[in-house]
């Protein structure tokens, strides 16, 4: 039955995405008209409004094991010296990350890539800059045994875990099998997919609310359309769902901050020699409140962002105008969690 | 039966059956086969794995023609594809080992071609992304190119450009590729051009060189045999499930064998413990008969203790009667004489209202018929006394065989005339003295004639005991009847003590074992012939004493 259904809504935006590429042809054909006009654009743009797709208001998820999932998220517990919880790189009142360029390492000393938001990765495809895993389970075990991040020993946890009473007693109601490393994960798992941010000002516009989206940021929208940013970032994430070379136009190794290595991004994760430089697309959700930008936080804000993004991926030389037309839009990505809007850390 | 064997006939069928039983378990799960249940989901998941993974690969050829609005469809394509995976991996994780084998390689096989084709989506997504936003970029940006009216030439390359680029689209020859490339090449730096130009060129070269790349991954994603390895996986696991079914076949038979053996031997339990609880009920049923019999014969002992009593007692005052009687016959003659003298004196001299002379013929035997009469009393208690005595057992004495005989028949007399008109006595003359106990022989007379009046059905039918000298020089006591006889199925039984057909009758059956045992204690026998419907005859053959003949036969008829 599900298979069934989601064909029929994949057939369904087949149909609209063939419309949206002849109105594509028919702009080819005739040329100039299109490209000036940013009415036109977002005209043409509503035809493919699918490219990205609003996220869903709320998730399914067990209430209890959330719950669970949320006090694991917040418990220095999980960290070897007890001194950080996933929540200490991953603040949920800023954007679910630290405002660092890389995050702290725990020894102070490993060099780490900049913190990626824990909002709205249930639509990532991939996790991590690299895209190493799939699974965010697997993940998860990863960032609590990574020495430099949480350094715990499963054994070690589990005995943690088992010496509280009230951890005890929440996994027995939770899970047939209690505590087990298998059931921490999932619990971790089941917290972090329901950290979804919804009602953004472009989902509301993007679900026919057509004042959410002011003149600047109708016109930032247009841009980032016929830009080709859109080629990338797109989806219901607005990203995350792709693997990109960072680089394409020019190379991008003079923008590292002086004394750092290069980081080869897929390839450390997958030995490929394809994949050097190549990354994760990022989801664009949230991103005027996720500064700093790119794997090594090399761009302190979204403008230098975006005018990098487009020089080196799109070839472009883009006027501040443009860009700051490019950011207002950006601003509109910002959603809600728990009916506040997020915030940027200070 | 030895009473050793007997527990082992009966534990061995059982030990069978539970045997049978646990057989017939363990054939009943090895039937189940899980495996086959198994087998069933990894077809399932085998087929949604390759619904998934023809999506998939229709999803990136939709994708490179533009008619996915975003790369997410491929995304749900490329998780439902690891999980179905996945699903397959932990299936055949669960299966036997048989099946593991056998699967094994051709899960590997799809595992590392699935690895395969899903880099190749991701590459391919990565170029297409780029493809399409260069392509784009020669919709958007090079109409719009504003030319000054003096750059003829570059209007003209650009058009020319225009059309390269659109038939590398359709096929991207070297030809065309190099075309384009020198066409880019002159434009690079013209003047007038302007960022946007150099934009272009950028764009276009980026284009000749990823677009081979993007059909390349494309061509890869189709090619994958992916479909081959479902095919081969699905055959392996359908030998895989032939195989089982076979097995499972044949535990079933196995399970039909062992059913039909476990109901033989539970048929055959039942009908020994049928077998056994009946005789065990005629077991009982016995036991119930002997102990009213013990009770019987109990008190016909407690009788006889006291019949010696009573004899006792009866012998005193009869032995008074006897002297009076006596005493009486001795004064007879002088008491007649004086009579008659009064008689004489006196014609009407009258004696309890009878004239003397009427009287006298009648008191005449009078005594004589008080002391016959008092002494027969006499003997007949002297003989109850005898009889009811406890005897050492083989009590050996000489006697007068007719004599006892005739003895023995005063005790039985009324039954005797109660059940028959014909008793017949027919007794040898002239026998030597039999040896032995008389008043033994004169129980198991009562005995054997109690049994043949008993065998009668009306008073015509006859008893007859005679005697007479026997071949070997023995005495023989024959108590015949003409009664219905016994039944050959009891002739065998009929010394075994307790052994009666005169159930609830007054029988015993305390008497034929006894008799034959009083009989064999004094060197004698006791046979017994009969004929349903004819009669029976017992025969007791007595030894004769050495010497000293016995005085002759009584009166034939009683």
Redesign the interface.
């Known amino acids: 039955m599900g298979i069934v259904a989601n064909r029929s809504t994949k057939a369904a935006a087949v149909r609209r995405g063939l419309l949206a590429a002849m109105a594509a042809c028919a702009g080819f054909a005739h040329g100039a008209a299109m490209a000036r006009d940013e009415h036109d654009v977002v005209t043409a743009g509503v035809a493919a409004v699918e490219v990205i797709v609003p996220l869903p208001r709320s998730v399914p998820a067990d209430p209890a094991r959330a719950a669970l999932g949320g006090r694991l998220f917040a418990d220095p517990l999980l960290s070897r010296d007890g001194s950080r919880s996933c929540a200490s790189c991953h603040p949920l009142e800023h954007g679910g990350v630290d405002g660092l360029p890389r995050a702290r390492a725990s020894d102070g000393r490993a060099l780490l890539r900049n913190s990626p938001t824990v909002f709205n990765l249930a639509f990532d495809l991939f996790y991590n800059w690299d895209g190493a895993t799939e699974s965010l389970p697997t993940h998860d075990a990863r960032v609590l045994r990574n020495p430099a991040l949480m350094g715990m020993d499963e054994q070690e946890l589990l005995v943690r875990l088992k010496r509280d009473p009230s951890y005890r007693q929440a996994f027995a109601q939770c899970y047939p099998g209690g505590i087990s490393v298998g059931n921490v994960l999932d619990a971790l798992a089941t917290y972090e997919r329901t950290l979804v941010t919804p009602d953004s000002r472009f989902d509301r516009f993007l679900r026919g609310e057509r004042s959410a989206l002011n003149a600047e940021e109708l016109r930032g929208y247009g841009l980032f359309r016929s830009l080709g940013c859109i080629a990338c970032h797109q989806g219901q994430n607005i990203g995350g769902n792709l693997l990109q070379r960072f680089g394409v136009f020019e190379d991008t190794s003079a923008g590292r901050r002086a004394g750092e290595p290069v980081d080869y991004g897929r390839y450390v994760a997958t030995g490929d020699e394809a994949d050097r430089e190549v990354f994760r697309v990022p989801s664009l959700r949230n991103v005027a409140v996720t500064a700093p930008y790119f794997h090594d936080g090399r761009a302190p804000t979204l403008s230098m962002a975006v005018a990098t993004m487009a020089r080196v991926q799109l070839g472009r030389n883009v006027p501040e105008q443009d860009i700051a037309s490019i950011v207002a839009f950006l601003g509109t990505l910002t959603g809600r969690y728990q009916g506040r809007e997020l915030r940027a850390p200070q | 039966m030895s009473s050793t064997h007997e527990p082992l006939r009966i534990l061995l069928p059982a030990a069978a059956a539970l045997l049978l039983l646990a057989l017939l378990t363990l054939l009943s799960v090895g039937s189940r086969s899980t495996e086959l249940a198994l087998l069933d989901r990894m077809q399932g998941s085998l087929q949604?794995y390759e619904?998934r993974d023809t999506?998939l690969t229709r999803?990136a050829l939709?994708s490179r023609?533009?008619?996915?609005?975003?790369?997410?469809?491929?995304?749900?394509d490329?998780?439902a594809m690891?999980a179905a995976i996945g699903q397959l991996q932990q299936v055949v994780g669960e299966a036997s080992h048989a099946t593991q084998q056998a699967l094994q390689q051709p899960l590997a096989a799809l595992v590392a071609d699935q690895q395969a084709k899903l880099?190749a989506v991701?590459?391919f997504?990565?170029g297409n992304?780029?493809l399409?936003?260069s392509l784009?970029?020669f919709?958007?940006?090079g109409?719009?190119l504003r030319l000054p009216l003096q750059q003829q030439a570059l209007a003209a390359r650009l058009g020319r450009l225009s059309y390269a680029v659109l038939s590398f689209l359709q096929s991207p020859t070297r030809e065309v590729e190099q075309e384009i490339l020198s066409l880019l090449a002159a434009m690079e730096h013209a003047p007038g051009g302007g960022?946007d130009l150099d934009?272009l060129v950028?764009?276009g070269r980026?284009l000749v060189r990823v677009l081979p790349r993007v059909d390349q991954q494309l061509q890869a994603i189709h090619a994958s045999p992916i479909g081959a390895r479902v095919q081969a996986l699905r055959e392996a696991a359908m030998a895989r499930g032939a195989a089982e079914e076979r097995l499972a076949q044949h535990y079933r038979q196995g399970m039909y064998a062992a059913s039909l053996c476990l109901l033989a031997s539970i048929a055959w339990l039942l009908a020994r413990l049928r077998s056994r609880a009946l005789a065990l009920r005629s077991a009982e049923d016995r036991l119930r008969r002997q102990r009213m019999q013990l009770l019987e014969s109990n008190k016909l002992a407690t009788l006889g203790l006291h019949l010696e009593g009573v004899a006792h007692d009866l012998r005193s005052p009869l032995q008074a009667v006897r002297s009076s009687a006596s005493q009486v016959a001795r004064v007879w003659p002088g008491l007649q004489a004086a009579m008659d003298r009064m008689a004489a004196s006196d014609p009407a001299l009258q004696l309890d209202d009878m004239p003397w002379h009427s009287l006298r013929p009648v008191l005449e035997s009078l005594p004589d018929d008080l002391q016959a009469q008092s002494a027969a009393l006499s003997d007949l208690a002297q003989y109850l006394l005898d009889f009811g005595r406890p005897r050492a057992a083989g009590q050996q004495a000489a006697f007068d065989l007719n004599k006892s005989i005739g003895q023995a028949l005063r005790l039985v007399r009324h039954s005797i005339r109660r059940r028959t008109d014909r008793f017949e006595l027919q007794l040898a003359e002239g026998l030597p003295p039999a040896r032995g106990d008389p008043f033994a022989l004169g129980q198991v007379l009562v005995n054997l004639l109690d049994n043949a009046l008993h065998a009668l059905a009306g008073r015509q039918q006859a008893v007859r005991i005679r005697t007479r000298l026997s071949m070997h020089g023995g005495l023989c006591v024959e108590v015949e009847d003409e009664g219905h006889g016994i039944a050959p199925e009891h002739m065998a039984r009929l010394f075994e003590p307790f052994f009666t057909t005169k159930q609830g009758r007054g029988g015993t059956g305390l008497g034929l074992g006894l008799s034959r045992a009083m009989l064999e204690s004094m060197g004698a026998t006791l046979d017994i012939a009969s004929t349903p419907g004819v009669g029976t005859r017992a025969t007791i053959i007595m030894q004769a004493a050495a010497r000293g003949p016995a005085t002759g036969g009584n009166d034939g008829q009683h």
Request: charged share 25%; net charge neutral.
């Open positions: 949604s619904l999506e999803d939709l023609a533009g008619l996915l609005p975003n790369y997410d469809p491929l995304a749900d490329r998780s690891r880099a991701e590459r997504k990565s992304a780029l399409r936003n784009l970029y919709a958007y940006v109409p719009a960022p934009s950028a764009h980026l």
